[in-house]
């Protein structure tokens, strides 16, 4: 007779099984049979696996295999969709000078355009989570995505003296992103494991850079050919249609952890709360979290508002005069768009192309790699800001070195949180994730440096040299976050090895998450579950 939890783990080839001991002695077959029994005899807990009678038939979501063309078109769709919706997101940002003037609303207002949709991303994501760990997935993105067709297409239509009624809509435009951004890379999470999994995910995310830089090209040149800035937010809804059909024909609903128990096993469910405790006692999950929570501030507010920096430096320097009435001069979101999409390429096929040679010499490369992107592009930064007054060529390349180093990240961030939370908990921990680092990172970042430049220019607002100068001090902020960003994926690496190597125990049934076995050791020396 053979133990199914070890069994199990042998034919999963789970990394670190060297040896079965109990107090320093290899445990025998029969020992290891009578743990296993012991550990099957108590009630499954959430995150635990619970496994078919040999005799019994397995249910159709346990065994059901998707074709790796079937699988990569899937991939296909969700990186569609996910273009489109950072598109969308910084579009706003493209035509800003535009729509301040349309409006006659100063920087601290403009900001609110994005800081509003951040906060309902924020209300909704951890909801989606709940949710998409419990309910098919594929129904609620469709859901999430309609409601941002039509609030996206909606806002292009207000006019001049509703202005509340664009913030409102574009609060609403955040329910497609909060449905999408928890649930995508799950999906995912689901269809590829391993190698496959990091290439996918990167993917996956190489299209947050490209299509925040694609939303300033697009949007900054819908405006200038049309000469009114509404045409761009109207691109993107017809877009997003498409996606729609794409994602409801060819994208199927796997079955959560298909790719880490291949079939075999499902995972139990419980409640909200105790899928909270778990994710709070992850450290690794809580510190990267923090860490990409410095990493949103720092971009939200890079892409923001650095246009409208580069665009003041210039009217500071005699290279251009000011915008007097809209459509305001487009280069400078057409620039950065271009450098956005660049360095984003460059950027996260690098980093995940560094964490794949790197895995398996260094356990906690991934970690490592994003605390060095994000402290070195704090004097990028930093040193792009100072030259702006004096050099816009010098300080476009700074601000490419700098995003390039940023954009190291993006996949490895979201492989991290694949791979040391438990398939079951990845929707939950995802929304966790987008809600913390939304709240305290691009949520008020854009609003607080917009409220900052108000503050310094308030007494000298008719000065275009000072309305420069305050918005370049306001900046001076970002490296400094950058840095804590970096501190905290420095802790993350302390604890991935242990909380990866646990999650891989949980997946495979080898331990309980709320009362594990002492005495099946799966890993010399080690007694953690």
Request: net charge neutral; glycine share 8%; charged share 15%.
């Amino acid at each position: 007779m053979t133990c199914p939890r070890f069994q199990d783990f042998i034919n999963q080839n789970i990394s670190g099984l060297v040896a079965m001991e109990t107090n320093g002695t290899v445990t025998s077959p029969q020992d290891r049979e009578k743990t296993c029994l012991s550990s099957n005899a108590t009630s499954t807990h959430y995150g635990s696996t619970a496994d078919s009678l040999p005799t019994s038939e397995p249910s159709t979501a346990e065994t059901t295999v998707f074709s790796p063309l079937r699988s990569h078109i899937t991939v296909a769709v969700l990186c569609y969709i996910n273009l489109i919706n950072y598109m969308d997101r910084y579009t706003i940002a493209g035509v800003l000078s535009s729509i301040q003037k349309f409006f006659d609303i100063a920087d601290s207002t403009s900001g609110l355009l994005q800081t509003v949709f951040i906060c309902s991303f924020i209300i909704l994501a951890p909801i989606f989570g709940y949710l998409g760990d419990r309910y098919n997935r594929k129904f609620i993105m469709i859901g999430g995505l309609s409601v941002w067709v039509v609030t996206t297409l909606s806002s292009s239509f207000v006019t001049e003296s509703y202005f509340w009624l664009l913030v409102l809509l574009r609060a609403l435009v955040g329910t497609g992103e909060a449905s999408y951004s928890t649930i995508a890379p799950t999906i995912i999470g689901d269809l590829f494991s391993g190698a496959k999994r990091t290439m996918m995910i990167a993917a996956f995310y190489i299209f947050i850079p490209v299509g925040s830089g694609l939303g300033f090209i697009i949007g900054s040149s819908v405006a200038n050919a049309t000469g009114d800035w509404r045409w761009a937010l109207r691109l993107n809804p017809i877009l997003g249609s498409l996606g729609l059909l794409l994602l409801a024909v060819l994208c199927p609903n796997p079955p959560r952890g298909a790719s880490d128990t291949h079939g075999g096993s499902t995972i139990e469910h419980t409640s909200y709360l105790e899928d909270v405790k778990y994710l709070l006692k992850n450290k690794s999950f809580v510190w990267s979290s923090l860490g990409v929570t410095a990493m949103a501030f720092l971009t939200g507010a890079l892409a923001f508002w650095t246009p409208t920096l580069l665009s003041r430096a210039q009217v500071t320097q005699g290279i251009k005069p000011p915008c007097i009435a809209e459509p305001c001069d487009p280069s400078d979101s057409y620039i950065f768009g271009v450098v956005t999409v660049l360095t984003g390429i460059l950027g996260v096929s690098l980093g995940s192309t560094i964490s794949r040679r790197l895995r398996d010499r260094v356990p906690n490369a991934d970690p490592l790699i994003c605390a060095v992107g994000m402290l070195s592009s704090a004097p990028c930064f930093f040193t792009a800001i100072v030259l702006a007054s004096t050099s816009i060529p010098a300080t476009y390349v700074f601000i490419g070195i700098g995003e390039t180093l940023l954009s190291l990240n993006w996949a490895i961030i979201a492989d991290i949180l694949l791979y040391v939370v438990v398939p079951t908990r990845r929707a939950t921990a995802e929304a966790l994730q987008i809600m913390v680092c939304h709240l305290l990172g691009d949520a008020g970042s854009p609003y607080l440096l917009g409220a900052i430049s108000d503050a310094l220019s308030r007494d000298q607002s008719d000065s275009h040299a000072w309305r420069f100068r305050s918005l370049e001090y306001s900046f001076l902020l970002c490296p400094f976050v950058g840095v804590l960003g970096g501190l905290f994926f420095l802790m993350t690496a302390l604890y991935i090895t242990k909380d990866r190597k646990n999650a891989e125990l949980l997946t495979a049934g080898l331990c309980d998450p709320v009362d594990p076995p002492t005495q099946f050791i799966p890993t010399a020396g080690s007694t953690d579950c």
